[in-house]
């Protein structure tokens, strides 16, 4: 549902609604309704919000990607998923296409070790 993604989306990019108004040209009280379900934004803000996140207008309304697509595992898509959707970790989706599961989750220790030992969040 596209209030529940819009919502989960803007967390997860650390935006306040003020903020992501701000970029979609609408006022924050645009986004909380879109959020709450009370209105749904046109056909080109919908474009625009996809753009902003990165992600196809279906993904933004819900409508989740057919199985047997990009990734053949239900586990490496799971965790490429979790890739995409992180902005720290964006970088590295397309080099995990032909890696399995568990070298996927070494990479991300190890990114996330690089980072703690550099005092980096």
């Known amino acids: 549902m596209l209030s529940n993604e819009l919502k989960r989306l803007r967390s997860l990019h650390k935006m306040t609604q003020a903020e992501l108004a701000q970029k979609v040209g609408f006022s924050q009280q645009a986004i909380a309704r879109w959020e709450t379900d009370r209105s ?13 996140f990165d992600i196809t207008v279906d993904e933004l309304i819900g409508n989740k990607k057919p199985s047997g697509g990009y990734y053949l595992n239900p586990d490496t898509a799971r965790l490429a998923q979790e890739i995409h959707d992180n902005p720290q970790y964006k970088v590295l ?16 220790k190890f990114i996330d070790y690089q980072k703690s030992k550099e005092g980096v969040d």
């Open 93 to 108: 989706f397309d080099a995990t296409k032909h890696l399995n599961p568990e070298s996927i989750k070494e990479v991300m």
């Open 40 to 52: 749904t934004p046109d056909p080109n803000t919908l474009i625009k919000l996809s753009k902003i």
